[in-house]
Protein backbone atom coordinates (compact mmCIF):
# COMPACT_ATOMS: atom_id res chain seq x y z
CA UNK A 1 0.00 0.00 0.00
CA UNK A 2 1.59 3.30 -0.86
CA UNK A 3 2.57 5.39 1.90
CA UNK A 4 1.23 8.99 1.24
CA UNK A 5 3.81 12.16 1.22
CA UNK A 6 0.94 13.92 2.94
CA UNK A 7 1.57 11.96 6.01
CA UNK A 8 4.25 13.72 6.98
CA UNK A 9 3.20 17.05 5.65
CA UNK A 10 0.43 16.27 8.06
CA UNK A 11 2.71 15.92 10.83
CA UNK A 12 2.45 19.86 12.51
CA UNK A 13 -1.19 19.49 11.96
CA UNK A 14 -0.99 16.51 14.92
CA UNK A 15 0.58 18.47 17.08
CA UNK A 16 -2.36 21.27 16.97
CA UNK A 17 -5.19 18.72 17.09
CA UNK A 18 -3.29 17.57 20.46
CA UNK A 19 -4.00 21.18 21.40
CA UNK A 20 -6.66 22.35 20.25
CA UNK A 21 -9.59 19.62 19.02
CA UNK A 22 -9.10 17.05 21.40
CA UNK A 23 -8.02 19.10 24.06
CA UNK A 24 -5.92 16.86 26.43
CA UNK A 25 -8.48 13.77 27.31
CA UNK A 26 -7.69 11.39 24.41
CA UNK A 27 -3.99 12.26 24.56
CA UNK A 28 -4.05 11.10 28.17
CA UNK A 29 -6.07 8.17 27.10
CA UNK A 30 -3.89 7.08 24.52
CA UNK A 31 -0.82 8.31 26.27
CA UNK A 32 -0.74 5.85 29.79
CA UNK A 33 2.33 6.81 32.06
CA UNK A 34 3.97 3.14 32.00
CA UNK A 35 7.33 3.43 29.68
CA UNK A 36 7.52 1.97 25.98
CA UNK A 37 9.20 -0.56 27.25
CA UNK A 38 6.33 -1.72 29.54
CA UNK A 39 4.18 -2.35 26.43
CA UNK A 40 3.71 -4.32 24.02
CA UNK A 41 6.06 -3.17 20.56
CA UNK A 42 4.16 -3.73 17.40
CA UNK A 43 7.38 -2.70 15.46
CA UNK A 44 10.98 -1.99 16.39
CA UNK A 45 12.96 0.53 14.61
CA UNK A 46 16.67 0.52 14.69
CA UNK A 47 16.22 -0.67 18.83
CA UNK A 48 13.81 2.01 19.14
CA UNK A 49 10.00 0.34 20.19
CA UNK A 50 6.90 1.48 18.51
CA UNK A 51 4.07 0.52 21.09
CA UNK A 52 0.65 -0.77 20.83
CA UNK A 53 -0.54 2.98 22.71
CA UNK A 54 1.47 4.69 19.84
CA UNK A 55 -0.08 3.02 17.52
CA UNK A 56 -3.90 3.88 18.95
CA UNK A 57 -3.24 7.42 18.89
CA UNK A 58 -1.72 7.56 15.48
CA UNK A 59 -4.66 5.67 14.04
CA UNK A 60 -7.19 8.24 16.43
CA UNK A 61 -5.40 10.85 14.83
CA UNK A 62 -6.02 9.13 10.89
CA UNK A 63 -9.46 8.96 11.89
CA UNK A 64 -10.28 11.96 13.09
CA UNK A 65 -8.60 13.93 10.10
CA UNK A 66 -10.21 11.75 7.90
CA UNK A 67 -13.76 12.81 9.91
CA UNK A 68 -14.59 8.68 10.17
CA UNK A 69 -13.83 6.11 12.06
CA UNK A 70 -11.61 3.75 9.91
CA UNK A 71 -11.51 -0.56 9.79
CA UNK A 72 -9.06 -1.75 12.24
CA UNK A 73 -8.86 -4.78 9.96
CA UNK A 74 -8.21 -3.10 7.48
CA UNK A 75 -6.06 0.29 8.25
CA UNK A 76 -3.74 -1.31 11.05
CA UNK A 77 -1.13 -2.63 8.63
CA UNK A 78 -0.87 0.46 6.93
CA UNK A 79 -0.81 2.14 10.32
CA UNK A 80 2.12 0.44 11.61
CA UNK A 81 4.12 1.33 8.59
CA UNK A 82 3.28 4.69 8.77
CA UNK A 83 5.31 4.65 12.27
CA UNK A 84 7.94 3.09 10.96
CA UNK A 85 8.48 5.28 7.97
CA UNK A 86 8.13 7.78 10.67
CA UNK A 87 10.69 6.79 13.26
CA UNK A 88 13.19 6.02 10.32
CA UNK A 89 12.50 9.54 9.19
CA UNK A 90 13.13 10.61 12.40
CA UNK A 91 16.11 8.51 13.02
CA UNK A 92 17.49 9.43 9.93
CA UNK A 93 17.15 13.52 10.35
CA UNK A 94 18.89 12.84 14.24
CA UNK A 95 22.25 11.59 12.39
CA UNK A 96 22.17 13.94 9.74
CA UNK A 97 21.04 16.88 11.28
CA UNK A 98 24.19 18.74 10.54
CA UNK A 99 23.58 18.22 7.04
CA UNK A 100 20.40 19.78 7.03
CA UNK A 101 19.20 23.62 7.25
CA UNK A 102 18.47 25.18 10.69
CA UNK A 103 14.76 24.64 11.37
CA UNK A 104 14.66 26.70 14.71
CA UNK A 105 13.07 30.02 12.85
CA UNK A 106 10.75 27.97 11.46
CA UNK A 107 9.84 26.33 14.97
CA UNK A 108 9.47 29.39 16.08
CA UNK A 109 7.16 30.63 13.91
CA UNK A 110 5.44 27.74 13.75
CA UNK A 111 4.93 28.12 17.87
CA UNK A 112 3.84 31.79 17.16
CA UNK A 113 1.15 30.45 14.73
CA UNK A 114 -0.42 28.13 17.15
CA UNK A 115 -0.37 29.94 20.02
CA UNK A 116 -2.42 32.57 18.04
CA UNK A 117 -5.47 30.70 17.46
CA UNK A 118 -5.31 30.11 21.75
CA UNK A 119 -7.49 32.99 23.81
CA UNK A 120 -3.90 34.14 25.19
CA UNK A 121 -0.49 33.09 26.64
CA UNK A 122 -2.25 31.75 29.77
CA UNK A 123 -4.23 29.78 27.50
CA UNK A 124 -1.87 28.75 25.31
CA UNK A 125 0.77 27.38 27.92
CA UNK A 126 -2.17 25.38 30.16
CA UNK A 127 -2.87 23.68 26.64
CA UNK A 128 0.63 22.87 26.79
CA UNK A 129 0.57 21.76 29.79
CA UNK A 130 -2.14 19.54 29.93
CA UNK A 131 -0.21 17.68 27.41
CA UNK A 132 2.64 17.19 29.63
CA UNK A 133 4.61 19.98 27.29
CA UNK A 134 6.69 23.05 28.33
CA UNK A 135 7.16 25.49 25.42
CA UNK A 136 10.69 25.00 25.41
CA UNK A 137 9.56 20.87 24.87
CA UNK A 138 7.20 21.62 22.49
CA UNK A 139 9.43 23.71 20.11
CA UNK A 140 11.84 21.31 20.63
CA UNK A 141 9.14 18.74 18.60
CA UNK A 142 8.70 21.00 16.49
CA UNK A 143 11.58 21.37 15.21
CA UNK A 144 12.65 18.02 15.26
CA UNK A 145 9.48 17.23 13.05
CA UNK A 146 10.47 20.15 11.05
CA UNK A 147 13.79 18.32 10.45
CA UNK A 148 11.95 14.60 9.57
CA UNK A 149 10.04 16.64 6.94
CA UNK A 150 13.62 18.66 5.94
CA UNK A 151 15.34 15.19 5.50
CA UNK A 152 12.61 13.89 3.40
CA UNK A 153 12.49 16.75 1.38
CA UNK A 154 16.47 16.33 0.68
CA UNK A 155 15.55 12.96 -0.43
CA UNK A 156 12.51 13.13 -2.67
CA UNK A 157 13.36 16.69 -3.98
CA UNK A 158 15.70 15.81 -7.06
CA UNK A 159 13.02 13.45 -7.98
CA UNK A 160 10.19 16.08 -8.39
CA UNK A 161 11.09 18.61 -10.91
CA UNK A 162 8.79 19.04 -13.71
CA UNK A 163 9.81 19.01 -17.19
CA UNK A 164 8.60 21.55 -20.26
CA UNK A 165 8.11 18.33 -22.15
CA UNK A 166 6.04 16.79 -19.83
CA UNK A 167 4.00 19.52 -18.66
CA UNK A 168 2.57 19.51 -22.37
CA UNK A 169 2.46 16.24 -22.88
CA UNK A 170 -0.04 16.19 -20.14
CA UNK A 171 -1.92 18.95 -20.88
CA UNK A 172 -2.64 17.19 -24.57
CA UNK A 173 -3.91 14.39 -22.20
CA UNK A 174 -6.19 16.19 -19.93
CA UNK A 175 -7.58 19.30 -22.06
CA UNK A 176 -10.67 18.20 -22.81
CA UNK A 177 -11.65 17.44 -19.30
CA UNK A 178 -10.47 21.15 -18.45
CA UNK A 179 -12.66 23.02 -19.87
CA UNK A 180 -14.93 25.54 -17.63
CA UNK A 181 -18.87 25.43 -18.72
CA UNK A 182 -20.79 28.74 -19.14
CA UNK A 183 -20.85 30.88 -16.68
CA UNK A 184 -22.39 34.25 -15.23
CA UNK A 185 -22.88 36.39 -12.34
CA UNK A 186 -26.21 36.20 -10.46
CA UNK A 187 -27.88 38.24 -8.25
CA UNK A 188 -31.80 38.05 -6.66
CA UNK A 189 -34.28 39.19 -4.50
CA UNK A 190 -36.61 35.95 -2.68
CA UNK A 191 -39.47 35.98 -1.25
CA UNK A 192 -40.83 32.84 -0.50
CA UNK A 193 -44.48 31.50 -0.91
CA UNK A 194 -44.47 28.43 1.09
CA UNK A 195 -47.27 28.52 3.43
CA UNK A 196 -48.47 32.11 1.82
CA UNK A 197 -51.01 33.55 -0.07
CA UNK A 198 -49.40 33.05 -3.65
CA UNK A 199 -51.30 35.66 -5.14
CA UNK A 200 -50.06 38.25 -2.55
CA UNK A 201 -46.30 37.32 -2.17
CA UNK A 202 -46.32 37.31 -5.92
CA UNK A 203 -48.09 41.33 -5.68
CA UNK A 204 -45.11 41.81 -3.29
CA UNK A 205 -42.69 40.68 -5.58
CA UNK A 206 -44.07 42.84 -8.45
CA UNK A 207 -43.54 46.12 -5.66
CA UNK A 208 -39.98 45.12 -5.10
CA UNK A 209 -39.24 44.86 -8.94
CA UNK A 210 -41.15 47.85 -9.07
CA UNK A 211 -38.66 49.34 -6.57
CA UNK A 212 -35.61 48.56 -8.61
CA UNK A 213 -37.07 49.23 -12.11
CA UNK A 214 -37.47 52.98 -10.50
CA UNK A 215 -33.49 53.74 -9.72
CA UNK A 216 -33.09 51.65 -6.29
CA UNK A 217 -30.38 50.01 -5.49
CA UNK A 218 -30.48 46.27 -6.05
CA UNK A 219 -28.71 45.44 -3.29
CA UNK A 220 -29.88 47.86 -1.11
CA UNK A 221 -33.57 46.17 -2.05
CA UNK A 222 -32.02 43.03 -1.43
CA UNK A 223 -30.96 43.55 2.25
CA UNK A 224 -34.06 45.04 3.10
CA UNK A 225 -36.58 42.70 1.73
CA UNK A 226 -34.96 39.64 0.55
CA UNK A 227 -35.88 36.11 2.71
CA UNK A 228 -32.75 34.57 1.07
CA UNK A 229 -31.13 34.26 4.74
CA UNK A 230 -27.36 33.40 2.82
CA UNK A 231 -27.35 35.99 0.35
CA UNK A 232 -29.40 39.30 1.33
CA UNK A 233 -26.84 40.33 3.50
CA UNK A 234 -24.76 40.42 0.28
CA UNK A 235 -27.08 42.56 -1.44
CA UNK A 236 -28.46 39.43 -3.00
CA UNK A 237 -25.32 38.22 -4.54
CA UNK A 238 -24.83 34.40 -5.17
CA UNK A 239 -21.83 34.92 -6.81
CA UNK A 240 -20.98 33.04 -10.07
CA UNK A 241 -22.87 30.22 -11.27
CA UNK A 242 -21.73 27.54 -13.59
CA UNK A 243 -24.06 25.52 -16.49
CA UNK A 244 -22.72 22.38 -14.87
CA UNK A 245 -26.01 20.40 -14.00
CA UNK A 246 -25.70 21.98 -10.69
CA UNK A 247 -27.80 24.27 -10.75
CA UNK A 248 -29.72 24.66 -7.59
CA UNK A 249 -33.02 26.36 -9.55
CA UNK A 250 -33.12 25.61 -13.42
CA UNK A 251 -36.66 27.77 -13.38
CA UNK A 252 -34.45 30.68 -13.61
CA UNK A 253 -33.21 29.82 -16.94
CA UNK A 254 -29.65 31.39 -16.71
CA UNK A 255 -28.24 29.70 -19.37
CA UNK A 256 -29.88 28.18 -22.39
CA UNK A 257 -30.41 29.13 -25.74
CA UNK A 258 -32.95 31.84 -24.83
CA UNK A 259 -31.13 32.76 -21.28
CA UNK A 260 -32.60 35.33 -19.12
CA UNK A 261 -31.42 38.76 -20.42
CA UNK A 262 -28.13 40.31 -19.02
CA UNK A 263 -28.43 43.75 -16.92
CA UNK A 264 -32.20 43.17 -16.51
CA UNK A 265 -34.00 42.83 -13.34
CA UNK A 266 -36.50 40.32 -14.18
CA UNK A 267 -39.40 38.57 -11.99
CA UNK A 268 -39.22 34.61 -12.32
CA UNK A 269 -41.06 32.23 -10.42
CA UNK A 270 -39.55 29.30 -8.99
CA UNK A 271 -41.18 25.81 -6.81
CA UNK A 272 -39.72 27.84 -4.06
CA UNK A 273 -40.88 31.68 -4.80
CA UNK A 274 -40.95 34.45 -6.93
CA UNK A 275 -37.52 35.94 -7.50
CA UNK A 276 -36.28 39.01 -8.79
CA UNK A 277 -33.09 38.08 -10.58
CA UNK A 278 -30.56 40.53 -12.08
CA UNK A 279 -27.51 38.38 -13.89
CA UNK A 280 -24.89 39.61 -15.93
CA UNK A 281 -23.83 38.58 -19.24
CA UNK A 282 -22.70 34.88 -20.00
CA UNK A 283 -19.15 33.64 -20.44
CA UNK A 284 -18.91 30.81 -23.05
CA UNK A 285 -17.70 27.72 -22.25
CA UNK A 286 -14.08 27.55 -23.08
CA UNK A 287 -10.63 25.56 -22.28
CA UNK A 288 -8.10 26.95 -20.84
CA UNK A 289 -4.87 27.19 -22.55
CA UNK A 290 -1.41 25.67 -21.25
CA UNK A 291 -0.41 29.03 -20.08
CA UNK A 292 -3.53 29.55 -18.03
CA UNK A 293 -3.16 26.45 -16.49
CA UNK A 294 0.55 25.92 -16.19
CA UNK A 295 0.89 26.81 -12.78
CA UNK A 296 -1.85 23.95 -11.65
CA UNK A 297 -1.13 21.38 -13.96
CA UNK A 298 3.12 21.58 -12.75
CA UNK A 299 1.53 21.66 -8.72
CA UNK A 300 -0.44 18.47 -9.62
CA UNK A 301 2.49 16.48 -11.27
CA UNK A 302 4.62 17.74 -8.80
CA UNK A 303 2.38 16.20 -6.21
CA UNK A 304 2.05 12.88 -7.87
CA UNK A 305 6.03 12.97 -8.88
CA UNK A 306 6.89 13.83 -5.27
CA UNK A 307 5.04 10.97 -3.68
CA UNK A 308 6.13 8.48 -6.18
CA UNK A 309 9.26 9.39 -4.83
CA UNK A 310 8.61 9.04 -1.09
CA UNK A 311 6.72 5.83 -1.56
CA UNK A 312 10.25 4.57 -3.23
CA UNK A 313 12.50 6.27 -0.76
CA UNK A 314 10.51 4.16 2.20
CA UNK A 315 10.05 1.35 0.58
CA UNK A 316 14.16 1.04 -0.25
CA UNK A 317 14.87 2.34 3.58
CA UNK A 318 12.17 -0.45 4.94
CA UNK A 319 13.64 -3.08 2.73
CA UNK A 320 17.17 -2.65 3.75
CA UNK A 321 16.27 -2.28 7.16
CA UNK A 322 14.32 -5.80 7.66
CA UNK A 323 17.23 -7.51 5.52
CA UNK A 324 19.45 -6.08 8.39
CA UNK A 325 16.95 -6.70 11.04
CA UNK A 326 17.71 -2.92 11.93
CA UNK A 327 13.56 -3.23 11.51
CA UNK A 328 11.62 -5.78 12.93
CA UNK A 329 7.64 -5.59 12.45
CA UNK A 330 6.41 -7.92 15.02
CA UNK A 331 3.36 -9.90 13.51
CA UNK A 332 4.09 -8.61 10.11
CA UNK A 333 5.40 -10.71 7.10
Known amino acids: MAIKLALFTTGLGYLAIDLWVVEGPVYRMLHPLQTAAAEEPVATVNGEPITEAQLARHTAEQNLLA ?11 SMVLGLVNSSMLRIQARYNDRNLPPQKQEAQAEMARLQSRAADEHAFDAALQ ?18 ELATLERAVGKHSAVEKE ?21 KHIFLATLEKDPAAVKAAAEALLGRVQAGEP ?5 KECSEDERSAPKGGDLGTLYDDGTLPLEELNLFGETPLAAGTPTLVQSRWGWHIVLAGPVTA ?3 PSLDECRESLHSAIESAQREIAADAYFNAALKEGRAKKHIIIHGGK
Not at 67 to 77: F, I, K
Not at 218 to 222: K, L, S, Y
Open 67 to 77: GRELADNTRRA
Open 130 to 147: SQGYTREHFAAKLEARLL
Open 218 to 222: FADVA
Open 285 to 287: AYT
Open 166 to 186: ALALHYDQVKDELEIPASRTV
